[in-house]
């Protein structure tokens, strides 16, 4: 592809991400006006959507290979056991993430 | 420049640091590698800042462009985002000129923390949020410099860093799942993606997940909602989403 032609795609692509960002700030634009049941919406997506990303980040392990998927679910359970002992987010984060690595390796 | 809001936002983004800066090197260092020019993978983290859709697109980069094509991948890929702009109404309605700005920034990462995340006594709740999208939005371009420009060069192994991504939604999914919002929310979420994957498989399972999330938050209203009961008689126990307009919906 020639330069203009790999703006344009860079363009094309960095317009979705505009529109799918934006749609909702486009259709609710004036703060006072917001529907009940959007408030309601807006106080539950927050959790429903950090579970929807939970998901997708195991989307991609491939579940019938022991060395793929047992160093995830061992650092992901690690990462919960530390969170709810400690409850200090960084050391719960970087410990399962460490745990992970290693497991990683020695698997 | 307020050090304070900066002070208060910048641990809530080191594991944003750690995956989005590895992820960045990975990044560059694949477009360069499939022959990419050095500004190419740099531009596009400024412009799109999706990492999901800058990985899924480098194949179509070394091939005869298809725009409209792509206009609908790109749409399809980052669909989960139109859900993120609704808890965040309120909290970026004052943003003022940055406003669009820090909707451009709203990726999976960003939105988690500041839909979870309140700042401390005493900062800037404004400013504590640019930040946290403007560091995020930082690291994703450097990383994907640096992989540009000497991602070869990079003297560790350092595959798995990415988990810090996956421990951070984690993390923060335990702090929200109190309260009946959280609980059911999270709950929702979580079980119905885990469905939607199970059915459709991965490359179709966001848009099936939305709709069933969309539907069961819905139709559970009734029971998720903290108010009790009655339709009217939401304001009493609505104060803090409502206080500060004059009126109340219903």
Known sequence: MSNIETLILIAVLSLTVIITRGLPFMV???????????KYLGSVLPSAMTGLLIVYCFKDYNWHEMTEIVPAIIAAASVCGIHLWKKNMILSIFTGTLIYMVLLRIM | MDVRALKAAFPHTTPVMAGYVFLGIAFGLIMISEGAELWVPVVMSLLICSGALEFAAVPFFFMPPDYIGMFFFGLMLNIRHTFYGIPMLEKYADMGKLKPLMIFWLTDETFTISSTIEPP????????????????????????????????????????????????????????????????????????T???????????????????????????RKWIEPTTGSDNGSAANDGSSCGKSEVCDE
């Open chain 1, 28 to 38: 609710f634009s004036r703060k006072n006006e917001l529907p009940h049941i959007v």
């Open chain 2, 194 to 220: 885990a469905l939607s994957l199970i059915v459709v498989g991965k490359d179709k399972m966001i848009p099936l997940a939305m709709v069933l999330i969309l539907a069961g938050l819905l139709l559970g």
């Open chain 2, 121 to 192: 006594e005493g900062v800037d709740r404004n400013r504590f949020y640019i930040w946290i999208s403007a560091l995020d939005y930082s690291y994703w371009i450097i990383g994907t410099a640096l992989g540009a420009v000497c991602g070869n060069l990079v003297p560790f192994d350092l595959a798995g860093l990415d988990f810090a991504l996956t421990a951070l939604f984690i993390v923060l999914f335990l702090e929200q799942f109190k309260g009946r919002e959280g609980v059911f929310g999270g709950s929702f979420g979580f079980v119905l």
